[in-house]
């Protein structure tokens, strides 16, 4: 149980369009979901926090216009990079949690490159 | 600032050989502890977490962990090593008494590598 899925699994696009990623949580219904970025080797980095119906609280020096998160049902979240340029490429995560459990379920993420 | 440190950036060990990664927290409180390790190509996987009683964990694969309040650490271990137990570790916490605000601080990860 508690499996949560991601698409695309990887993304080439070029400078100045946008993509869309989607995350869903596949068996259990996700209050909250969460956005992270890592980047190779690298930590993870939370951008947003979304829960259903809300509107996602993104983190310090995340910009909302760029990175625009929807929640509008408890199974799917949406992440679209806005206007992509080389350096948004990065592993892109999502991962979901129920009710207010600390424990989240994660997706396998999203590889972007933006040429 | 609340923070975790995983002090060790890469570790290599022999198969076979025993385990354990470091991971230490500064809060006030205790908070919700997490371990999860990242295969390549794979999504995060919770190994075990500790949020109270028994300072004694056990997960998954082979792995526990110990909570030391004294020492704010929750190291992980396993006792002999797998090579399929290369991956990336990180250690996360929840802020106790966060309310809806539930989200992990992770600590900055350790690399494993086994030899054969």
């Known amino acids: 149980g508690a499996v949560v899925s991601q698409h695309p699994s990887w993304v080439i696009c070029k400078s100045g369009t946008s993509v869309k990623i989607e995350c869903r949580s596949l068996?259990?219904?996700?209050?909250?979901m969460f956005w992270y970025r890592q980047f190779p080797k690298q930590s993870l980095m939370l951008m947003a926090t979304s829960n259903e119906g809300s509107k996602a609280t993104y983190e310090q020096g995340v910009e909302k216009d760029k990175f625009l998160i929807n929640h509008a049902s408890l199974t799917l979240s949406t992440l679209t990079v806005t206007s992509a340029h080389p350096e948004d490429s990065s592993f892109y995560i999502c991962?979901?949690?129920?009710?207010?459990?600390?424990?989240?379920?994660f997706g396998p993420g999203t590889r972007l490159t933006v040429t | 600032a609340q923070s975790v440190t995983q002090p060790d950036i890469h570790i290599t060990v022999s198969e076979g050989a025993s385990l354990e990664l470091r991971c230490n927290y500064s809060?006030?409180?205790?908070?919700?502890l997490f371990w999860y390790v990242q295969s390549p190509g794979q999504g995060l996987q919770l190994l075990l977490k500790y949020f109270s009683g028994d300072t004694l964990v056990q997960g998954i694969k082979g792995f526990e962990a110990e909570f030391k309040r004294s020492q704010s650490s929750f190291n992980l271990r396993k006792p002999s090593v797998h090579w399929s137990d290369a991956a990336e570790y990180f250690c996360a916490v929840g802020e106790p008494n966060a309310g809806n605000n539930r989200k992990l601080i992770w600590g900055l990860g350790t690399s494993l590598a086994v030899n054969p």
């Open positions: 991962s979901a949690r129920q009710g207010v459990s600390y424990e989240q379920y």
């Open positions: 809060y006030g409180a205790t908070p919700y």
């Open positions: 068996d259990f219904q996700a209050t909250t």
